[in-house]
């Protein structure tokens, strides 16, 4: 006697189903592999370069730098200090990263589309930083729904600058992310689990298209150099991390004035009027504070992500 069909079997799926199960799944198991393990090792310096952006307006800094930054925080918090705020930019990178894989692969199926050309069809460098840049707006605005971006960026920041911001007497520090996002909530309302959100999607929309860009075009590069006939398929680990390196380099320096912005703890109360305050106050160099310590942490970052992506890609794409 033959078994019922499953109306739920793979086989009954319509391709382009198939397609976004395997990007979701692609895009978590990135995370779970490097990302997480990329997370706890960038974190000190992702703390440092947050509290370099966040003394620009300050009559004195605190920090001459993020050695010194990294020094003063393990005197006087130890390795706990190191690490605050670490549990929410790993929930936040879970669905971070298969959101802006899968809204990738598939923003650029729908360029194919409208453009009537076949899946399998090579796009142009322009129409790949297109889909990167809708990839990193999805991300966006789909994490800022689900409580998963902008809310828990913001948090981890105020964990990371908790210690060191000027505050009364009487205010108390909350000692955990869950007392830190009750703390944003109760302030200006479930609003402010929302402040920064301009600075955010500006980063995530050219970030996006930077990141993916430079990706495919270093890749590319390094792909052709062995035969014309070769496509981006074809690309070999260690061009994968390099190109993936170059994309992370070329992300952060380029969209990092829109970071500062986002976590400087400026008395302005919207976006361009703290840029202007933190331009007032140092110019182009407070728009940079802590620059290059995020794009060291970024590079050997984003080539552990592109690595194992494209690793996946093509073992099981």
Same mark, same amino acid.
């Given at each position: 006697?033959?078994?019922?069909?499953?109306?739920?079997?793979?086989?009954?799926?319509?391709?382009?189903?198939?397609?976004? !199960?395997? %990007?979701?799944? /692609?895009?978590?198991? !990135?995370?779970?592999?490097?990302?997480? @393990?990329?997370?706890?090792?960038?974190?000190? /310096? %992702?703390?440092?370069?947050?509290?370099?952006?966040?003394?620009?307006?300050?009559?004195?800094?605190?920090?001459?730098?993020?050695? %010194?930054?990294? @020094?003063?925080?393990?005197?006087?918090?130890?390795?706990?200090?190191?690490?605050?705020?670490?549990?929410?930019?790993? @929930?936040?990178?879970? #669905?971070?990263?298969?959101?802006?894989?899968?809204? $990738?692969?598939?923003?650029?199926?729908?360029?194919?589309?409208?453009?009537?050309?076949?899946?399998?069809?090579?796009?142009?460098?322009?129409?790949?930083?297109?889909?990167?840049?809708?990839?990193?707006?999805?991300?966006? /605005?789909?994490?800022?729904?689900?409580?998963?971006?902008?809310?828990?960026?913001? !948090?981890?920041?105020?964990?990371? @600058?908790?210690?060191?911001?000027?505050?009364?007497?009487?205010?108390?520090?909350?000692?955990?992310?869950?007392?830190?996002?009750?703390?944003?909530?109760?302030?200006?309302? #479930?609003?402010?689990?929302?402040?920064?959100?301009?600075?955010?999607?500006?980063?995530?929309?050219?970030?996006?298209?930077?990141?993916?860009?430079?990706?495919?075009?270093?890749?590319?590069?390094?792909?052709?150099?062995?035969?014309?006939?070769?496509?981006?398929?074809?690309?070999?680990?260690?061009?994968?991390?390099?190109?993936?390196?170059?994309?992370?380099?070329?992300?952060?320096?380029?969209?990092?004035?829109? %970071?500062?912005?986002?976590?400087?703890?400026?008395?302005?109360?919207? /976006?361009?009027?703290?840029?202007?305050?933190? $331009?007032?106050?140092?110019?182009?160099?407070?728009?940079?504070?802590?620059?290059?310590?995020?794009?060291?942490?970024?590079?050997?970052?984003?080539?552990?992500?592109?690595?194992?992506?494209?690793?996946?890609?093509?073992?099981?794409?």
């Amino acid at each position: 006697m033959e078994a019922a069909s499953n109306p739920l079997s793979w086989a009954s799926m319509p391709p382009s189903a198939m397609r976004a !199960v395997k %990007d979701i799944t /692609f895009g978590i198991s !990135v995370i779970q592999i490097a990302g997480m @393990v990329s997370k706890v090792f960038e974190h000190p /310096f %992702d703390l440092t370069k947050v509290r370099l952006q966040s003394q620009v307006l300050d009559t004195t800094a605190r920090f001459n730098g993020p050695i %010194d930054c990294l @020094v003063k925080t393990w005197k006087n918090e130890g390795v706990r200090g190191l690490y605050r705020g670490l549990p929410a930019p790993i @929930v936040a990178a879970m #669905l971070e990263n298969a959101s802006l894989f899968m809204s $990738y692969s598939e923003l650029q199926n729908v360029i194919r589309w409208i453009n009537s050309q076949p899946l399998s069809h090579e796009l142009s460098l322009p129409q790949l930083a297109l889909a990167g840049a809708g990839a990193g707006i999805i991300t966006s /605005f789909l994490l800022q729904v689900t409580h998963a971006c902008t809310p828990v960026e913001l !948090v981890k920041c105020k964990m990371q @600058v908790q210690m060191i911001a000027p505050k009364p007497i009487s205010v108390s520090i909350p000692e955990s992310t869950a007392a830190a996002t009750l703390d944003s909530s109760l302030g200006p309302g #479930l609003c402010g689990l929302w402040l920064g959100q301009t600075g955010t999607l500006i980063r995530e929309c050219g970030g996006g298209a930077a990141w993916f860009a430079t990706k495919e075009f270093v890749g590319t590069k390094l792909i052709k150099r062995c035969g014309s006939e070769l496509t981006r398929k074809d690309i070999v680990p260690w061009e994968s991390a390099l190109s993936g390196a170059c994309a992370g380099g070329v992300f952060n320096f380029s969209m990092f004035p829109a %970071d500062s912005i986002k976590s400087s703890n400026a008395p302005k109360p919207t /976006f361009l009027g703290t840029a202007k305050a933190m $331009y007032r106050a140092q110019g182009v160099k407070g728009l940079y504070a802590g620059c290059g310590i995020t794009v060291a942490r970024a590079i050997p970052s984003s080539a552990i992500i592109f690595l194992i992506y494209d690793g996946l890609s093509s073992r099981f794409g």
